[in-house]
């Protein structure tokens, strides 16, 4: 099974900033994508930034310009700085992870369980 630990959520003021963490660990031979959805209160989850591990990023038209997505290839890892935050950025963050666990097999989606960040004064 593939494992995704996420980490960083929290309470922020409007303007201010929060860094997310992602790591995948377990059965994983490759990894093609990792990114960032989001989902607020009575709302669809949405794609907020997600990255390749060969390096092809895309973002929300909502973040662009505010949030940036990286990636650590050797840690399995992905980060999501997100600055300029606005209320409407309140939401339950998901980690995505876009894996195969061997190398005859299909890629899969893995899902972590969800950090909540809340942008309030």
């Known amino acids: 099974q593939v494992q995704l630990v996420e980490s960083g959520g929290g309470l922020v003021q409007p303007g201010g900033s929060l860094r997310l963490s992602c790591a995948a660990s377990?059965?994983?031979?490759?990894?093609?994508?990792m990114g960032w959805y989001r989902q607020a209160p009575g709302k669809q989850r949405e794609l907020v930034a997600a990255?390749?591990?060969?390096?092809?990023?895309n973002y929300a038209d909502s973040v662009k310009g505010r949030f940036t997505i990286s990636r650590d290839n050797a840690k399995n890892t992905v980060y999501l700085q997100m600055n300029n935050l606005k209320p409407e950025d309140t939401a339950v963050y998901y980690c995505?992870?876009?894996?195969?666990?061997?190398?005859?097999?299909?890629?899969?989606?893995?899902w972590g369980q969800g950090t909540q960040v809340t942008v309030s004064s």
């Open positions: 377990g059965s994983i031979f490759s990894i093609y994508s």
């Open positions: 990255s390749t591990w060969g390096g092809t990023t």
């Open positions: 995505n992870c876009n894996a195969r666990k061997f190398v005859n097999s299909a890629y899969g989606a893995y």
